[in-house]
């Protein structure tokens, strides 16, 4: 009888366990949605942003005080590439060039909205709408990309796409964070480099900066220089920041180019090395141009610091960029920590050509912006070599004389914040407007 009470239990819990798992089975495709949902660990949707430094065993204080003199010697040191203009106007210099660019004015600007600094941001804004930006013709809303500071003209009107990238996602954080009633309607500003963007054309040989066919941004939104790209220029984290925050009706164009751009990276860093050309067709082919042949050079240093930003911000392609990690910082190891040069051909070897720094320098050097990016990548994979590597480096002249306080230290004050857990999606944090 006991037995048989027994059996009648475990009978009836059989049951219960099979009709517990049908109906699981019958849900699983959308219990698989919400897992991976609620299991992403991705900064975006935790709200955690991991500080590699702090976990390395540096102290915090240490961490913030380098990630402010950082700021202090590109922003107010003696060797500063930010210049006020009266009380209401600023812009950063590449200093080697003689000009300013929309790449240092936008990237300023997220300096200032990730570092919580309104009124240099405000200031950088201002100057770069006077001077920078179209306000009429078939390039209105876009900016022209070189200025001359001391003729006070612009040097060429036509842009490169990826200044009006960062002037966009830039302008989308500082709402988020300081709302639109404070003396600049930031929202508005961003929507309005937007939707012009969205009547580009053709008209005058002016485009989208994005290749609508391809879903790929172009090198310049002009000519047959729309139909070609710059891998330094995709940075997916981005547009699934402007999928989320642009509210102009193209959020899905704009989660697809993401998801593109992704694919793309694939392409266009080599499976070995992982070293990607500065310039590529859309297929993510080099793309050698007339200024020189196709190779890993400047714009190029930016790619891995892209990449270990989309990991943190939104983990959509871990696996892959995993392997990537690795496989460029065993690269870089491999050509020697503390010596590795900053060009390459993507399998590796040295490239004939030797692009200039500037109008004076064409050698190959240790270059700290490309340490610090490559240091970044310990976001994905974390390495202390790379890490304490970064950690002990100075943004000073070398020993020929060579100093770039713009474009190495730019790149190294945005790997800095990255690797402190500076760098964020900024979210809203308040209605304001």
């Given amino acids: 009888m006991i037995f048989k009470g027994v059996y009648c239990n475990i009978k009836i819990a059989f049951l219960i366990f099979g009709m517990c798992l049908s109906i699981y089975m019958a849900d699983a495709g959308n ?29 915090q204080n240490e961490i913030d005080q380098k990630v402010e003199k ?81 003729k006070m003209k612009q040097n060429s009107p036509g842009s490169a796409s990826d200044g009006e990238l960062y002037f966009i996602t ?37 485009y989208n900066l994005i290749n609508v066919e391809h879903k790929q941004i172009s090198f310049v939104p002009e000519g047959g220089a729309y139909n070609w790209t710059d891998p330094s220029y995709h940075l997916p984290a981005f547009m699934d920041v402007w999928a989320i925050y642009a509210k102009d009706g193209h959020e899905q164009f704009y989660r697809d180019c993401a998801d593109t751009s992704r694919v793309f990276l694939h392409r266009a ?59 460029i910082q065993s690269f870089f190891k491999s050509k020697g920590i503390n010596t590795f040069e900053d060009q390459f051909n993507m399998d590796g070897s040295k490239p004939e050509f030797i692009l200039k720094s500037g109008s004076d320098f064409q050698r190959l050097r240790h270059s700290i912006g490309l340490v610090a ?17 970064l950690w002990k480096a100075k943004l000073e002249p070398y020993d020929d004389g060579y100093f770039d306080p713009y474009y190495d230290g730019l790149l190294y004050l945005f790997s800095l914040m990255h690797l402190s857990g500076k760098y964020q999606v900024i979210v809203p944090v308040q209605k304001l407007n």
């Fill in 31 to 59: 219990s698989r949605k919400i897992s991976k949902k609620e299991q992403n660990k991705a900064a975006f949707y935790t709200g955690k942003y991991p500080n590699v430094f702090l976990e390395a065993g540096y102290n």
């Fill in 70 to 150: 950082a700021y202090n010697d590109l922003f107010e040191g003696s060797n500063r590439i930010y210049f006020e203009v009266g009380d209401s106007m600023a812009y950063l210099s590449d200093i080697k060039n003689h000009d300013v660019r929309t790449e240092g004015l936008s990237y300023g600007m997220m300096v200032a909205v990730q570092l919580d600094k309104k009124e240099v941001f405000d200031i950088i804004w201002r100057w770069s709408k006077k001077y920078m930006q179209h306000q009429s013709g078939p390039r209105e809303g876009y900016f022209a990309w070189s200025f001359d500071p001391v």
């Fill in 170 to 206: 830039s302008l989308l954080f500082a709402s988020n964070r300081w709302g639109n009633i404070t003396g600049i309607d930031y929202y508005a500003e961003a929507r309005r480099i937007l939707d012009a963007m969205w009547k580009k054309d053709g008209t005058g040989n002016i």
């Fill in 269 to 327: 860093c080599h499976p070995v090395t992982g070293l990607n050309a500065d310039y590529t067709d859309f297929s993510g082919q080099a793309h050698s141009s007339r200024w020189m042949p196709a190779a890993f050079r400047y714009d190029s240093w930016r790619v891995p610091m892209n990449i270990s930003m989309d990991y943190i911000w939104f983990g959509k392609d871990k696996q892959w960029q995993q392997n990537y990690a690795k496989r």
């Fill in 373 to 389: 990016t490559v240091a970044s990548t310990s976001l994905i994979n974390q390495d202390l070599d790379y890490i304490q590597t």
